[in-house]
């Protein structure tokens, strides 16, 4: 089980952190990654991390602006966001998959609840 947090109402500019807390055995052995979708668009891939944190991946809608990292003590991954547009909008969602690299929705096979975020000022 997944579960996906921290989402909310926050300016052009600002800053949020998203939290996904992990129920799953071996935790370290899985990549994570997320994911976002905007009504009325095909879900999205932006971040990816490899299950040992070494390794990372960002669609270009995002670099330079996202980080993704995992606490595998905690069970535990997050994504920081900053610099967030008005584009940013969609609801967000965690998974888990069994393949590195992964970059495909298809390559998951755990997902979470989604946490919504909008920008507006």
């Known amino acids: 089980q997944l579960q996906a947090s921290g989402g909310g109402l926050v300016q052009p500019g600002g800053s949020l952190r998203l939290s996904c807390a992990v129920i799953q055995s071996r935790y370290n052995y899985y990549s994570i990654a997320w994911f976002r979708q905007a009504p009325g668009k095909e879900r999205e891939g932006i971040s990816f991390?490899?299950?040992?944190?070494?390794?990372?991946n960002y669609a270009d809608s995002v670099k330079g602006r996202f980080t993704i990292s995992r606490d595998n003590a905690k069970n535990l991954a997050y994504l920081q966001m900053n610099n967030l547009k008005p584009e940013d909008t969609a609801a967000y969602y965690c998974a888990l998959g069994t393949k590195w690299p992964a970059y495909d929705s298809a390559d998951y096979d755990h997902w979470g609840r989604g946490t919504l975020v909008t920008v507006s000022s």
């Open positions: 991390l490899s299950p040992l944190g070494s390794s990372t």
